[in-house]
């Protein structure tokens, strides 16, 4: 009886445990949180493709009851120490709601890749979700997520780290549920404007629609110009930002859906740029875009085509034409006719039409008598004043990850072990993959997953499985922790003096204990201001008012996605980001806004503070060393939008031998890659560049210090001061003088004179220089017209040439040798010794002796901060002390001859490079007041003599001065210009030393 009884109450309590109990007795008692969420994800899509799990009775109706509480404790485990996410699912969204929603997400990418065949499955999800988002709540998670492949645990956790997101999860269960009915491709397709346009744009916008839908633009390179054309789009066939909707009057002719638009641009790497920015701003992803000239999307059609394909093609009836840098097409012969063929709504769009010179009146002629109208004319500096160009130098500073590394040490611990064991047996041919994909990192078998070979692999080989979980795992732990705290109140602490500070943090909880580390450090609250979403708006404005006073220097925290959309700030000066490691360009431009200029003319710095482990075993380090050069150039590529390349620096924090090892490690890995030829330099070719030349600094026997200063020196001479960005020889400028000497070249017109100037050729001596090859791969130039080029003008002299292209390097031959042959290939010839360049006197004088203001300048270590770097020159009060650390400098630099007798009282010495000189003028705390232009001009008549360089420290520029005005004529190398050139420079002393005690 006894036992009767015992068995009948074992069967209950079996009877009792639930499906989500049996759940996490089977699979998740035997894993770590931090993988629950994602092996949560891999069991929703298994039922959403009909596999049963186990005999567990789990399916769509009673997933989100049976499972939430596990995702959610398997979410909270893999956020960092200081997160907003457990306060915000608790106040907002029951295990439930969460659960279903990881369900709804899970099944959309499975949808997505059954029946739409895309391989991004997370950039076709977020477009979906992106979109429901934009319409219901005006909130955008496209900036916040992570470029590569994830899990749909990544997305709810950084979604739902936003409380306007959370508190709406109603609404948006709902609309994922209604919005499934009308088809993933229609959702997916539609041009839904993600991006909010600047004022400029609007009026541009409005002026077109006004005008029939026909005219043109002349807008200044990086204003948006791209963004206009996808406007233009969402306004003709699908929806603006809501922002914006109530200033343009919506398009409410119903669509035919057999729109034909065609998008015309010169060259098949700037159409390229054109698909591209569909994903970034209508949420159309890559895929839908990409392989083939002629897109069918579910509303219409999207021809891409560059002119010369065009002239003899037979053209459709197009419903919408975007003409991408117009000023080309009038000026060209046979491709001028493209003005006049179009009957249809034209927008023309152009960087280059009133600056133009002799040929501006002639240009817009023909698009007024062709297209229609000018809508919009807007210009580089307008775009300054308005925060649309980013106007402030900026620094990646690398920080440890904050908090205890236990987690991650444990993730990237059973994500290597998984690893191995399954390239063991790939190498063995115990698991055969039937994929012509590369499988060599991380990344790549987390691509793998998602597409179906990699999903029937998962339901086969259960090690298979638990690596995908692991290395999801993993890479959403390294995602959600943020860099150190203390890191972030050094560089207050550092400014915090003299200046007035924001801090942008990820979390309402980095905000509150930022706060409690600042007062302890500060003694009192008087100068520090917090604001978060629980204070009402009127308060919130109140603070950031208080802060903004002028005078007394203070710190303004809060979040960035409350401090950085459409707070207006005049009087910040500095800036610090808590980075998640990947490229946002849409904060860069937030800052850009709070940081643009008032009145007063200031100097502005961005941190953007990036985390890395904080351990050994914590880093995976050929992956994460991989991952950070890859981004540093990133970095460098936006910065190259707006002309400012990043500085490079790492918090006092860094364990240097582990940041070594990150360095070392993935340029190895790079190499490695490389040399079989699966390495991907990147699509884009500016960022290829960036990547090769940051890779090209790595040597083996060179410490991270050494390559960070040479980062630093290529970010300073691949950047533009302000003043040559808005000078008429900037980018966006179209011809000049000099523009006129480069159209006496054989074969150059003025479009193709614009072209290389664009690239960076502004004389007949830098083509000299040139290679045919660099030349042909320009805009409008090509093969035969760079040999043509190269024909006319000829090459420079060989001894100048290898002055110019030593002089920008001081790595040894030995750093070279350390190479494998196949990268020497790549490397450029300024790195191929520095004999050249070390001069016999360093190798014969101390360091010390030779460069006394710059060695006492680095005995102090004060260049490790801007503001003591002030403090340096501020204390010594002397223009003398300035004009020594200058010599020195370009001495470093390469220049010679360095005469402090210029036999004029006027300038303050002469520098040599490449046989040219430049007269050299130096100003400190003083007005520049008599920049003589004269005597400048009569100094450039005569033979060799090329810009002259003028150095501003502590200087302003007088009410009067014609300093911008005649720019074209100057080099300005301001404050913060010169400290990164100090950087390089002792940098170089280092490695001079070096090379002499050897």
């Known amino acids: 009886m006894t036992n009767n009884i015992d068995r009948l109450a074992d069967d209950r309590t079996r009877n009792l445990q639930s499906p989500g109990e049996e759940f996490h007795d089977d699979f998740l008692m035997k894993r770590p949180k931090t993988e629950w969420a994602p092996y949560i994800d891999e069991t929703a899509k298994d039922i959403s493709a009909n596999i049963s799990i186990s005999n567990i ?111 709406n999860i109603d609404q948006l269960l709902e609309d994922i549920e209604q919005n499934a009915g009308k088809g993933l491709l229609t959702l997916m397709d539609e041009p839904q404007m993600m991006t909010t346009l600047w004022e400029h744009q609007q009026d541009a916008l409005q002026a077109w629609q006004q005008n029939d839908f026909r005219g043109y633009v002349d807008m200044a390179t990086a204003t948006g110009k791209t963004v206009l054309g996808l406007g233009a789009i969402a306004l003709k066939y699908g929806d603006l930002h809501p922002s914006d909707r109530g200033l343009i009057e919506a398009n409410l002719e119903p669509n035919s859906g057999r729109e034909d638009v065609l998008i015309v641009a010169h060259n098949d ?75 249809c709504d034209v927008l023309a769009m152009s960087g280059s039409v009133d600056d133009a010179g002799s040929e501006s009146s002639k240009i817009q002629d023909r698009l007024s008598n062709g297209i229609g109208p000018q809508l919009k004319r807007y210009t580089i500096t307008e775009a300054r004043e308005h925060g649309v160009i980013p106007s402030f130098d900026w620094e990646v500073r690398y920080a440890p990850f904050d908090g205890d590394s236990s987690d991650l040490e444990k993730a990237s611990k059973r994500a290597e072990e998984s690893f191995e064991d399954i390239r063991r047996r790939l190498e063995r041919g115990g698991l ?38 692991r290395l999801f795992s993993r890479r959403t732990k390294y995602w959600n922790l943020s860099p150190s705290l203390d890191a972030i109140v050094d560089i207050v602490l550092d400014h915090i003096k003299t200046e007035k500070v924001v801090v942008l943090a990820d979390s309402n909880a980095q905000v509150k204990e930022l706060e409690t580390r600042l007062t302890e450090k500060l003694g009192n609250t008087e100068h520090i201001y917090v604001v978060s979403r629980k204070q009402e708006s009127t308060e919130q404005r109140d603070i950031v008012d208080q802060f903004d006073e002028p005078g007394e220097s203070a710190v303004l925290l809060g979040t960035g996605d409350l401090l950085g959309e459409g707070v207006d700030m005049q009087n910040a000066e500095v800036a610090i980001n808590m980075a998640t490691g990947s490229v946002n360009p849409e904060l860069v431009q937030r800052i850009g806004r709070i940081l643009r200029s008032s009145d007063d003319p200031k100097h502005a710095m961005f941190y953007n503070v990036v985390g890395i482990p904080k351990t050994p075993d914590a880093a995976v380090f050929r992956e994460d060393g991989k991952k950070l050069i890859e981004n540093a150039a990133s970095f460098c590529e936006l910065g190259s939008r707006f002309e400012k390349l990043p500085g490079f620096s790492i918090a006092d924090s860094v ?84 523009t006129e000497k480069l159209t006496e070249i054989s074969g150059v017109n003025s479009s193709r004179a614009i072209a290389l100037r664009e690239a960076g050729y502004e004389t007949i001596e830098d083509i000299r220089f040139a290679t045919q090859s660099e030349l ?57 010794t520095d004999d050249d360049t070390v001069s016999e006197r360093s190798r014969t004088r101390s360091t010390r002796e030779t460069y006394p203001t710059l060695a006492r300048l680095y005995g102090e270590e004060v260049h490790d901060s801007e503001k003591d770097f002030r403090s340096y020159l501020r204390n010594r009060e002397s223009d003398e002390v300035l004009r020594r650390l200058v010599r020195e400098i370009f001495d470093l ?38 920049v003589d232009l004269e005597l400048l001009s009569s100094s450039q008549e005569k033979d060799q003599v090329a810009k002259c360089i003028v150095v501003t420290v502590q200087s302003q520029p007088a009410d009067q001065t014609t300093l911008s005005e005649d720019s074209e004529r100057l080099k300005v190398i301001n404050e913060s210009e010169l400290q990164k050139l100090a950087r390089g420079a002792i940098s170089r002393i280092n490695e001079q030393a070096e090379s002499s005690s050897e």
Do not use: C
């Open 57 to 167: 009775s789990l399916a769509k109706d009673n997933f989100g009851r049976e499972v939430g509480s596990y995702y959610r404790r398997g979410l909270e485990q893999s956020t960092g120490e200081y997160t907003d996410l457990p306060d915000i699912l608790g106040e907002h969204i029951s295990d439930e709601q969460l659960g279903m929603f990881a369900y709804q997400l899970n099944e959309l990418g499975y949808e997505v890749t059954k029946d739409a065949g895309l391989e991004n499955v997370q950039q076709a999800i977020v477009a979906v979700i992106e979109k429901l988002l934009t319409k219901e709540v005006g909130e955008s998670v496209r900036s916040i997520l992570p470029e590569d492949n994830g899990t749909v645990s990544d997305i709810t956790m950084r979604m739902f780290a936003n409380e306007t997101i959370a508190a």
């Open 269 to 343: 790497l700037i159409l390229e740029q054109w698909r591209r920015e569909f994903d970034r701003h209508l949420n159309i992803p890559e895929e839908r875009t990409s392989g083939s000239d002629d897109i069918k999307l579910s509303w219409g059609r999207i021809h891409f085509r560059t002119p010369q394909s065009l002239v003899n093609e037979e053209w459709l009836d197009y419903d919408l034409v975007l003409l991408d840098e117009a000023h080309h097409y009038a000026t060209g012969s046979e491709w001028g006719t493209l003005l006049e063929a179009f009957d």
């Open 432 to 469: 055969d993959i039937e994929t012509d994909r590369r499988l060599e990192t991380y990344q790549d078998f987390r691509t793998f997953s998602h597409t179906t070979k990699g999903n029937e692999l998962k339901q086969r080989d259960e090690p298979f499985r638990n690596l995908t979980t």
């Open 655 to 738: 364990d240097q031998k582990l940041f070594d090892e990150l360095l070392h490690t993935g340029t190895d890995f790079i190499e490695q890659l490389d040399e079989a030829g699966q390495y991907e330099w990147t699509i884009n070719d500016n960022e290829s560049d960036h990547l090769r030349a940051l890779y090209d600094e790595i040597s083996d026997n060179r410490g991270s210090d050494k390559i960070l200063g040479s980062w630093e020196e290529y970010a300073w001479e691949h950047s533009k001061s302000e003043n040559s960005l808005d000078s008429p020889t900037s980018a966006n400028s179209g011809t000049d003088a000099d």
């Open 776 to 832: 042909s791969s320009i805009d409008d130039i090509g093969p035969s017209f760079a040999a043509r080029i190269k024909a006319d003008v000829g090459d420079s002299d060989p001894e100048e040439s290898e002055n110019k292209t030593t002089s920008n390097s001081s790595r040894s031959s030995v750093d070279q040798e350390s190479k494998s042959s196949s990268r020497k290939d790549s490397v450029d010839a300024t790195a191929e």
């Open 893 to 930: 630099l390469g220049y010679e001859n360095l005469q402090t007798d210029s036999g004029t009282s006027y300038f303050d010495m002469l520098a040599t490079k490449s046989g040219l000189v430049h007269p050299v003028k130096v100003f400190y705390q003083n007005e520049i007041d008599d």
